[in-house]
C-alpha cells in the first residue's frame, strides 16, 4: 500500500504517545468532499504543524504516514 492524497484539513488534534508528538487530523479528498476521514500522523512527517483550511498532500507506505508537504 503506497499512494498520495491530496486533502483538506478540517480539524487538528495534538497528542502524545510515550513522548513522541503525533496529529490526529480529520480531513476530506476532493473527489468525495462529503466523506470526512481521519487520519494519524507522527510529527517528523511534516515539516510544521498542520493546521486547519490547509490543503496538503499526504504519502502513504505501507497504510503508515510518512510525509505530509503543503500544495
Known amino acids: 500500500m503506497l499512494g498520495t492524497w491530496t486533502v483538506t484539513i478540517h480539524a487538528v488534534r495534538p497528542f502524545t504517545i510515550h513522548g513522541d508528538v503525533y496529529y490526529e487530523l480529520h480531513v476530506t479528498r476532493p473527489d468525495q468532499p462529503e466523506q470526512l476521514l481521519a487520519i494519524r500522523i507522527p510529527q517528523h512527517a ?8 490547509e ?10 504516514v510518512t510525509k505530509v508537504e503543503p500544495t
Not at 46 to 53: H, L, M, Q, V
Not at 55 to 64: A, D, I, N, S
Open 55 to 64: 490543503t496538503v498532500v499526504v504519502t502513504f507506505l505501507m497504510g503508515q
Open 46 to 53: 511534516s515539516s510544521k504543524a498542520p493546521a486547519e483550511g
